[in-house]
């Protein structure tokens, strides 16, 4: 049986037992007095019958068929396989935090953020000197988050993931992004200068860092 198969067995057993718990008065009621005669379902057993199945189905027309896109992606099936075998050999030895950085990470990559932070958490508390886990953390956070700015634990991460390690261009970026975002163009212009000579000059990396110094030094320069 395939997933999608699966699926839509549990979803008309979900809808049987909807109607069950729905109706469940008046089938008690018949079966208790054991009615032989047939009726007509009372109006509101019959309006019952008649939503619950259509608005399932228009949910599912809304939302869409199970896990398309997921179960025709080899690469996803190929990730979930791994994650599953990782996450055995966690449950057994779980002071592993290449294992936990490296879920955490797929997680990540799979856009399922809450169970990236949570991995990602214990690869750092297993690893705390780490800056690349410092990072990590930090975007997912940022990522995870329905607030318009940066929350401030992420900060906070990139922070100390600069000071452990001055070279994190990731770390040094991000913070210099999110500096420019709030109208700090100070602060944003010296994270920026710090990453200049940490990559090549003859590289697209280089030349965008250049562009956005230059953009902080218009909006310092435009400032009363």
């Known amino acids: 049986m395939t997933s999608e198969t699966t699926f839509l067995f549990c979803a008309g057993l979900a809808v049987l037992i909807a109607l069950l718990f729905a109706l469940w008065p008046s089938v008690y009621h018949l079966i208790r007095h054991r009615q032989s005669t047939p009726r007509l379902p009372h109006p509101l057993n019959l309006a019952l019958i008649v939503l619950i199945p259509v608005s399932t189905v228009l949910l599912y ?63 750092l508390y297993l690893r705390p000197e780490s800056a690349f886990l410092h990072v990590e953390l930090a975007e997912t956070l940022q990522l995870r988050s329905e607030l318009p700015g940066m929350p401030p634990e992420a900060r906070a991460l990139l922070e100390r993931a600069v000071a452990l390690e001055p070279e994190s261009l990731k770390a040094l970026w991000i913070l210099a992004t999110d500096d420019f975002s709030e109208g700090n163009y100070e602060t944003a212009l010296a994270w920026w200068e710090q990453m200049l000579p940490l990559v090549p000059e003859d590289s697209s990396i280089h030349r965008a860092v250049e562009n956005e110094t230059e953009r902080a030094r218009d909006r310092i320069r435009q400032q009363p």
């Open 61 to 123: 027309l809304l939302v869409g068929t199970y896990g398309d896109a997921e179960i025709d992606d080899p690469r996803i099936t190929l990730i979930r396989s791994q994650m599953i075998e990782m996450a055995r050999e966690l449950e057994k030895n779980p002071d592993q935090p290449e294992k936990w950085q490296r879920m955490g990470l797929m997680y990540k990559d799979l856009r399922h953020y809450g169970p990236a932070e949570h991995s990602l958490r214990r690869a």
